[in-house]
């Protein structure tokens, strides 16, 4: 990976582009050429970057697949070549997790926010209350989707803070018998992330991990339900990957959508109905992948290393760039981060960014300011190289 040119006259991405103002102090190297023609550094939250050798082996597999003479988009899901790539890919995955044989893997139309309902039909048949933790706009959906089918208890929630912390568990209000609490683990807007389990007892815990899936080791036992869209650290958009324990399945609302249903998916392999099986195909790769890499520990330790070069340049812009998140939570998939200078400048500074080269930094709507989403897939150069560029850019205004 080489160093791109001085802020004069950049090389991104295979193209030149312009500065609009060079900078007076001495020129670095601020933008890293891509590697593969006209990539750009994406750090969109989702749909995501996806590793380019990942990408590479689909490309290959993408109109015969291993010599079939059938792409994976075209084959039966219920012939033997489909079939493997799908036992593969859970073998694979409960390797990389270390799924116990206790709990069951489903792949699952519709992402995460299909979830939010299938989840109360599956653990509460009959009602009852639910114990929500919001910490964002998406335990927020959470909660409100489930308030259609059982009461739900706020139990705690950071909106006074504007979601920029998650409350002490000490201060928890929970329910005494309640059929589950639920956590949002990374909030990808706000960018706050839980570093610990929180203890919930005989109460099954239930965690959307969408924008964290895969991203540090996960300890299964410690939630009855862990699931999440695989759009942002696994594959392509159109899957969630559901782990439940199995005395929680098998009790269903008798309102319950078929295709909602866990313990039908289970006893059919997730394949009740023709699955995503592209997203199911590439996702496969990823676990392979991130097998070779050493495994989750490894991806960790990686992911720690991009958040501190990108926090770091933050927090020693003098308030130049700001993050809002409580240090104790900030996410090591999601930062967002505001310019001090106000909204004009976080203007010019998107629209030079997009300029060069980076992606999908403007923030959510609902929030405003800049987020890069640092998933598993950006490598520590594009990291690098948006740091330089912050630097570029707060030099030159």
């Not at 699931?227 to 958009?237: D, H, R, S, T, W």
């Amino acid at each position: 990976m080489t160093s791109g040119v001085a802020l004069g006259s950049r090389a991104v991405a295979g193209r030149k582009v312009t500065a609009r103002k060079a900078i007076a102090s001495k020129p670095r190297a601020s933008v890293a050429v891509r590697a593969s023609g006209d990539r750009k550094w994406n750090f969109s939250a989702g749909p995501a970057v996806l590793p380019l050798d990942v990408l590479e082996d689909a490309k290959e597999d993408l109109i015969n697949y291993k010599g079939t003479g059938m792409s994976v988009m075209e084959m039966s899901h219920r012939g033997k070549d489909f079939m493997k790539i799908a036992e593969e890919a859970e073998a694979d995955l409960r390797e990389l997790i270390g799924i116990p044989a206790n709990y069951k893997v489903l792949f699952l139309q519709g992402g995460a926010s299909s979830q939010f309902s299938a989840i109360p039909m599956n653990l509460a048949p009959e009602g009852g209350v639910a114990d929500f933790i919001l910490t964002g706009a998406w335990g927020k959906k959470a909660y409100e989707e489930a308030g259609k089918y059982m009461t739900t208890n706020l139990a705690a929630s950071s909106k006074d803070s504007n979601f920029s912390t998650i409350p002490d568990v000490s201060d928890w209000k929970l329910t005494k018998d309640a059929k589950f609490v639920h956590i949002c683990s990374n909030e990808t807007i706000g960018g706050v992330e839980f570093k610990e389990v929180p203890d919930t007892g005989d109460v099954p815990l239930v965690a959307d991990m969408s924008s964290n899936y895969l991203s540090k080791p996960i300890d299964v036992e410690k939630y009855g339900i862990i699931y999440g869209g695989v759009q942002k650290n696994i594959g392509p958009a159109g899957m969630a990957i559901v782990i439940v324990r199995e005395d929680l399945i098998g009790k269903t609302h008798p309102l319950c959508p078929t295709m909602f249903d866990y313990k039908l998916m289970a006893d059919n392999d997730s394949m009740y109905n023709t699955p995503p099986c592209w997203t199911m195909y590439t996702s496969g790769l990823v676990f392979k992948k991130l097998i070779k890499m050493g495994g989750l520990e490894a991806v960790e330790k990686m992911n720690e290393e991009k958040a501190k070069i990108l926090y770091d340049a933050i927090d020693g812009s003098d308030g130049y760039y700001n993050n809002p998140v409580d240090k104790k939570y900030r996410s090591l998939m999601n930062v967002p981060f505001t310019l001090g200078g106000g909204e004009d400048l976080e203007k010019k500074f998107l629209k030079e960014a997009a300029a060069a080269g980076f992606e999908s930094l403007k923030g959510h709507r609902s929030v405003g300011g800049a987020r890069a989403s640092i998933y598993n897939a950006m490598p520590k150069e594009g990291v690098q190289a948006l740091v330089d560029f912050m630097a570029d850019f707060k030099a030159a205004n």
